[in-house]
């Protein structure tokens, strides 16, 4: 009897959950303006990917390091147009929000150079964001991205959450919104 209880305890907690995902969802979807109405939410949160990545000293990283927070992970490349023209408002996220409830995190994947890669933060003056690299595209690969730039919002329990592909104005006030509601709800 303590099996079926436990069992019914566990689906019903499971069941709100969802429920209660659905409502946050719907929620933060109201708040998408202008390039953040390509944001979009999942149903329900999704696994990503334990493939590791390196930053710019040959430290290796994974998206585990992150958890507790919630994380807008781009992926990038410093031949990418649009990329150039998303990466200062991406910094400007990180700027306004980054604290130990939010990250914003920018991959460069495939082969891009230490070297270009600094280049490339200068040109755009980007002065708040870590290096991180995927040279092999094996993360990229893994979570499915397919063009660039792809931005994958994580919720701190380290779940893919939402997704927008192309560039956006990350520092739109309809992004900051979504993010600050985010944190208030989290």
């Not at 959950?17 to 944001?39: C, F, Q, S």
């Not at 495939?110 to 040279?135: C, Q």
């Not at 094996?138 to 959450?161: C, D, F, Y």
Request: glycine share 8%; with cysteine.
């Amino acid at each position: 009897m303590k099996v079926i209880w436990s069992a019914v305890l566990y689906v019903a907690l499971a069941l709100g959950a969802n429920t209660a995902h659905a409502a946050d969802v719907a929620d933060l979807a109201a708040l998408r303006e202008g390039d953040m109405k390509k944001l979009a939410f999942h149903d329900a949160p999704k696994p990503v990917s334990g493939t590791s990545f390196t930053d710019a000293e040959g430290g290796t990283h994974s998206l585990a390091d992150f958890s507790g927070k919630y994380v807008v992970l781009n992926f990038w490349a410093t031949w990418c147009a649009p990329c150039r023209k998303e990466m200062p408002t991406l910094d400007a996220l990180q700027a306004d929000l980054g604290s130990d409830g939010f990250e914003v995190v920018v991959i460069a994947t495939g082969r891009n150079s230490i070297d270009g890669i600094r280049k490339f933060f200068d040109e755009t003056g980007v002065e708040n964001l870590e290096i991180y690299l995927d040279p092999r595209q094996a993360l990229a690969r893994e979570m499915a991205v397919l063009g660039l730039p792809i931005t994958v919002v994580l919720n701190p329990e380290g779940q893919e959450i939402a997704r927008l592909q192309g560039d956006a104005d990350w520092n739109s006030e309809s992004a900051q919104a979504i993010f600050r509601a985010m944190m208030a709800g989290g």
